[in-house]
């Protein structure tokens, strides 16, 4: 694998899963070998994460995003959070570094889900910020509404008050693996990253055309162009998590 982190604590399942036997969170390293889906160039920040804001939305919600180096090499840190299926209330975070380079990527996330009583970190924040600065505008894309709502109780600053959160351990947890992990030499010198490829205009041929004779009385004709190959245009919707 591309990445080589700390799995101290941490229980093996397969080549690429561990689990924390104690939290019950779950870590995954994946390598891609294609081009990377990230809907613009690290050294874009602003659009990247615009558009990460509004791929999550439909999902959860992007709570934030930062293009850093991982063993001098360029990534993407994201963290995020959704419902859980099957279950009326609960949400799971996921932190995530991804590292791409032009023709394939390294995925390295940790899953921390709520268990127990939910929204006890909300609760908490509500009487210190008061409820009507729960929900501000998302900083990415303040127009976004998403499936959740950006969330004040989400602040970094909030997470020394409850360690055990599953937001502050995801946090926490891929902060110190983006200082120590390592990554592969042989990856390490691939062909960067430097944005989504841009797909050609497709040529279009021009239409042929024939004439022929419509009858219009028994002493006079008309001639009208009629395509005999029209060609429709149709758009690809190209592809961020």
Known sequence: MPIAFETKG????????????VTGDVVTLTYIDQAPDLPASLDDPETLRRQLTE???EFGCLIEAHAITVDGQPALLRL???????RQSGLGFTAGLVLPK???????????????????????????VGFQNMFP??????????????????DARW?????????TRARGWITYISRTARVDPRFAV?????????????????????????????ARAETTAIPTSPVHAETVRIRRG
């Open 10 to 21: 941490l229980q093996q399942f397969d080549h690429s899963r561990w689990g924390n036997p």
């Open 55 to 57: 791929l999550q939305a």
């Open 80 to 86: 995020e959070k959704f419902p859980l299926e099957g």
């Open 102 to 128: 032009a023709t394939c990527s390294a995925i390295l996330k940790i899953m921390c889900m709520e268990t127990g009583r939910s929204g006890v970190r909300e609760a908490a924040i509500v009487p210190r």
């Open 137 to 154: 505008p998302h900083p990415y894309a303040p127009e976004i509404k998403g499936k959740l709502p950006y969330n004040a109780a989400d």
């Open 159 to 167: 997470d020394p008050q409850f360690p055990d959160h599953p937001l």
């Open 190 to 218: 691939l062909p960067p990253f430097t944005g989504p490829a841009v797909p050609a205009a497709p040529e279009v041929p021009a239409a042929a055309a024939q004439t022929v004779a419509i009858p219009t009385g028994a």
